[in-house]
C-alpha cells in the first residue's frame, strides 16, 4: 500500500516571503501522480498543483512550483511571495494510474500560517 | 460545466441515531466518486469508492455504509452512530486529469 508522510505539522511565514513544504511517498509503482491539494478555513479542499511521475520536469502554476525527486520519493511545494490568502492546510497525494479506481491516499497536512 | 452538491453541511446526531449523507455532481456521466472523512487536524481517509451504479468498494472495516442508487449520486449512511464517527465527511468525483474535485463538506458531530 501507499503511503504519503508529510512531517511539518505546521508551518509559517512572513508575507512576500518563500515556504517550502515538505512531501515523501513511498510506493512500488512506476508511474503515478501526485498531487498538492489546499483546504482553506472555509474547508473547501482545491487542486493546487499536479505532476506526471513519468515526466521529469517540475509543474508549476504561477507562485507554486514543486520539487518531484523521484528516486528519493520526495515532492515538495514551494510557495513563493506568499500572500495572506495562502493560509491554509496542504495535503500532499498520491494516486494510482493503473487501476479503474484511481484511488488517492492523502498526507495528515501542513497547517501554514502567512503572517502579515 | 460540472459541479458537485454535498448535504447536510452540518449534522449534530445523537449516539445510536441513524445518518444519511447525500452527494450528487452533475454535468458528467459514470464519475468514479468517492467518499472521505477527515478526523480533526488529519489527513484524508478513504471510506468508500464508486466505479459505477451500485457498484461500492469499501476501504475501511466500519459502522458506515455507502450506496449509489443513480449514476451521480452517492450516499453515505450508518443504521446506529458511534462517537467515533464524528468528523468531517467529504465526497470527491474524479474531475478529469486525474484530479480529485470535492464538495463543500459534511461537519458530524456525534453526541
Known amino acids: 500500500a501507499q503511503t504519503v508522510t508529510q512531517s511539518q505539522p505546521e508551518m509559517s511565514v512572513q508575507e512576500a516571503e518563500t515556504v517550502t513544504l515538505s512531501c515523501t511517498y513511498d510506493t512500488s509503482e512506476n508511474n503515478y501522480y501526485l498531487f498538492w491539494y489546499k483546504q482553506p478555513p472555509s474547508r473547501q479542499m482545491i487542486l493546487v498543483i499536479r505532476q506526471e511521475a513519468y515526466k521529469q520536469q517540475n509543474a508549476t502554476e504561477n507562485r507554486f512550483s514543486v520539487n518531484f525527486q523521484k528516486a528519493a520519493k520526495s515532492f515538495s511545494l514551494k510557495i513563493s511571495d506568499s500572500q495572506l490568502g495562502d493560509t491554509a492546510m496542504y495535503f500532499c497525494?498520491?494516486?494510482?494510474?493503473?487501476?479503474?479506481?484511481?484511488?488517492?491516499?492523502f498526507g495528515d497536512g501542513t497547517t501554514l500560517t502567512v503572517k502579515p | 460545466s460540472q459541479t458537485i452538491h454535498q448535504w447536510p453541511a452540518t449534522l449534530v446526531q445523537p449516539v445510536g441515531s441513524p445518518l444519511s449523507l447525500e452527494c450528487t455532481v452533475e454535468g458528467t456521466s459514470n464519475p468514479n466518486l468517492y467518499w472521505y472523512r477527515q478526523a480533526a487536524g488529519r489527513g484524508l481517509q478513504l471510506l468508500f469508492y464508486s466505479v459505477g451504479i451500485g457498484q461500492i468498494s469499501s476501504e475501511v472495516p466500519q459502522n458506515l455504509s455507502a450506496s449509489r442508487p443513480q449514476d451521480r449520486q452517492f450516499i453515505l449512511s450508518s443504521k446506529k452512530l458511534l462517537l467515533s464517527d464524528s468528523g468531517f465527511y467529504l465526497c470527491?468525483?474524479?474531475?478529469?486529469?486525474?484530479?480529485?474535485?470535492f464538495g463543500a463538506g459534511s461537519r458530524l458531530t456525534v453526541l
Open positions: 497525494a498520491f494516486r494510482e494510474v493503473n487501476t479503474n479506481a484511481g484511488k488517492s491516499t
Open positions: 470527491a468525483w474524479d474531475g478529469g486529469a486525474n484530479v480529485l474535485t
